[in-house]
């Protein structure tokens, strides 16, 4: 729980644009609908105390050897969800994503 507190609280903050969209006792919810954001959250927390631990452009991105390539999609119809369920002791992460050829086609 102290985990996801802390998380909470950088999520909230105005620069990552989280949104608690649940609190329950059980369940706590947050959403982020904006991918820049996003990006800029895990970009900030990764790299807080190493310089460059991941680059801007490898963030949420990944590439296969014949050019191809999947990406999350955090948009306002397609959140990032972070669920905390307090009975299991589990932080869930839901993203949707994307698979593209190298051509950029879906």
Do not use: W
Not at 22 to 39: L, Q, W
Not at 76 to 96: C, H, Q, V, W
């Amino acid at each position: 729980m102290e985990v996801f507190d802390c998380f909470k609280v950088v999520t909230l903050a105005p620069v990552a644009g989280g949104v608690v969209v649940r609190n329950t006792r059980a369940v706590h919810e947050i959403h982020i609908t904006d991918m820049g954001k996003m990006k800029s959250l895990f970009l900030s927390l990764a790299n807080k105390y190493r310089k460059r631990t991941i680059h801007e452009n490898d963030i949420f991105l990944k590439k296969k050897k014949d050019g191809s390539f999947s990406q999350a999609i955090v948009t306002g119809d397609y959140p990032a969800k972070f669920t905390y369920s307090r009975n299991s002791e589990i932080m869930k992460i839901s993203l949707r994503y994307g698979h593209y050829n190298r051509l950029g086609v879906p």
